[in-house]
């Protein structure tokens, strides 16, 4: 393996057997760090994810270039010795491994935890599961929605009339990722100290459970489940979207100072007399009264005019965007979070970090299958 070169991770190693999306997308942030990702694929197909919707760039999908930047592409057969040999040097090379892979699979190929981490003492393993490797659903595989679903996030999102909703983005499958790299760079550092890798495990299921931390917590604790809300927060009011008369705009009065402010700047200050509205408490048990006068209000008068008035008077307030609006907003630009990809004429959300002041800049495209196997000193399959 040869450093990349750049980044805070450079000289860290990656092994990567990943599909589709959490054990890439930890590669991806890892690669966009400065570390080398290898990524090994099956010699027929390669990962999932480059099919994953339509062609995009050298036969590959979108999805596959959003979660494979970055890295280099080795195709290999781990049923052949041929395989298993090669998986075996470039796993002595890494640092770090990562998979997501079927449970029992590794254990068939002969790379589960256990062996791997007997063979290659230094490494710092990292496995990826649906459902976690303790319990009795342990062997089982899963996706995103399942995942959401059974953990009863699906639950907890929407209204108090809604049916359970899958969140939009793959919070579980990306969080899972985040947690990934978090514990292999706790890893690491322990390495250091002592010279010895070990077995990191995490699941889908386990991130599910960690989003919905609050709402368990207060089920756990106090015997019942937050009220749902579309946009609004159990303990704030008002603290949610709200129609004005040409778009939705979302308020957070997280406490009495901002509710007065807000009374203030829409000439309601009879509010703060009210025992009723006076108080967080007293709105959160009269928020049907409240609104009945607040809803009309804000429907009167464009957002643009509530907007420059509530910041102007220090009201915490947001427009409800659409993605293009948000993209396209001259804040979201100065922060530089589309980058463009290195001779592909693209651009692709990059990390939502930056160090000494700069953010990790996208080195490479997504690989193509098996285009590193020769640089590897590995057999190049006919593919």
Known sequence: ???????????????????VLAGPFAGAILADLGAEVVKLERVEGGDDARRMGPEFRHGDALNFQVFNRGKQSVAIDLKTDAGKAAFEQ???????????????????????GPSVCERHPRLIYCEISAFGHLGPMAPRPGYEPLIQAFSGLSSTNGGPDDPPMRAGSSICDQGTGMWVVIGALAMLQRRAATGRGGLLQTSLLETALVWNGQKADAFTNQGYLPARHRSGHPGFVPYEAFETADGP???????????AKLATEMGRAEWLQDERFATNRGRLANKTALFEQLEPLLASTPRAAWLARFESAGVPCAPVHTVPEALAHPHVQALGMLAPVPEEGFSLTALPLSIDGSRPALTTAAPRLGAHNQAHGLPVFKL
């Open 1 to 19: 393996m040869n450093s990349r070169g750049s980044g805070v991770l450079e000289g860290v190693r990656v092994l990567e057997l990943g599909q």
């Open 90 to 112: 470039l796993a002595a090379e890494a640092d770090i491994f990562i998979h997501n892979l079927r449970p029992g699979v590794p254990q068939a190929l002969g790379i589960d």
């Open 249 to 259: 705009l979302l308020i957070c009065c997280g406490n009495d100072r901002l509710f």
